[in-house]
């Protein structure tokens, strides 16, 4: 069965990094976008970063420039979102999401167009 892994997740001050890690397995993840998403608690999910298959093409939220950093290891199937400064308002549920690529450059977020998901791993950012 086809599924996306996510781990990495936990307990941060404010302030202080985390490194999440998504895991293809069934799948190869290298023909695919890969983006992060994340929803808190009574908001609407929103995407946060995606890469394009070959890891050219980053694309970040606004909310989240200079502080996180997308990256991808084809060979070992995985994807990587480093957080670092992290601030109270990150506090979510974040997932990691696969469409399959139809050009190498494709890094958009659009969230309907991703079609694999994985179960999500929890981010809280507090003192």
């Known amino acids: 069965q086809s599924q996306l892994v996510e781990s990495g997740g936990g307990l941060v001050q404010p302030g202080g990094s985390l490194r999440l890690s998504c895991a293809g397995s069934?799948?190869?993840?290298?023909?695919?976008?890969i983006g992060w998403f994340r929803q808190a608690p009574g908001k609407e999910r929103e995407g946060v970063s995606c890469?394009?298959?070959?890891?050219?093409?980053?694309n970040y939220a606004d909310s989240v420039k200079g502080r996180f950093t997308i990256s991808r290891d084809n060979a070992k199937n995985t994807v990587y979102l480093q957080m670092n400064s992290l601030k109270p308002e990150d506090t979510a549920v974040y997932y990691c999401?696969?469409?399959?690529?139809?050009?190498?450059?494709?890094?958009?977020?659009?969230?309907?167009?991703?079609?694999?998901w994985g179960q999500g791993t929890q981010v809280t950012v507090s003192s």
């Open positions: 999401a696969a469409k399959w690529a139809y050009y190498t450059g494709d890094s958009s977020c659009l969230e309907h167009d991703y079609g694999y």
């Open positions: 890469i394009s298959r070959s890891g050219g093409t980053t």
């Open positions: 069934g799948f190869t993840l290298e023909h695919y976008t």
